[in-house]
């Protein structure tokens, strides 16, 4: 279906602004389905704003419990994004990602180098997809990831 619909299928949203990024995101799906998509969707679909100026990125930093294996995900949206999205935030309270996931997950505070460590904004599809494609393991626990 993907393949048929491409990046304008993804690219559609709710009543919520939401694509299936953000809905991916925020419910715990896994990772091999949201590397999937971001290969698809590209640095436009992870940079893709809800109505609410939340990120997928800000999502899953809401929810990262759900996720098997949030620093994965993580580095697969901040691959795809780059420093652009590190730095977006939401309308509300103005948060980053790196905000919600040290403000409401307190134990997950370690997953924050994820969130602060210079990255490479890449600009070629090559580049990204080489960069999406790498395995980071397994880790879900604060001294797994580093």
């Given amino acids: 279906m993907i393949d048929i619909g491409g990046k304008d299928l993804l690219m559609l949203t709710d009543d919520h602004g939401w694509t299936v990024l953000h809905f991916t995101c925020g419910h715990g799906t896994s990772l091999e389905v949201i590397r999937l998509l971001v290969r698809k969707g590209g640095k436009d679909l992870v940079m893709a704003k809800a109505n609410d100026g939340c990120t997928s990125l800000h999502y899953l930093c809401m929810s990262i419990q759900k996720h098997s294996d949030p620093a994965g995900v993580i580095n697969v949206l901040v691959t795809a994004g780059g420093n652009d ?3 977006v935030k939401e309308d509300k309270g103005l ?12 134990k997950w505070e370690g997953i924050k180098h994820l969130l602060t460590k210079p990255q490479i904004d890449a600009t070629t599809e090559d580049t990204q997809e080489a960069a999406i494609d790498v395995d980071v393991g397994s880790a879900t626990n604060v001294e797994e990831v580093h």
């Fill in 85 to 87: 999205l590190l730095s």
């Fill in 95 to 106: 948060l980053t990602a790196l905000d919600i996931a040290t403000n409401q997950n307190k």
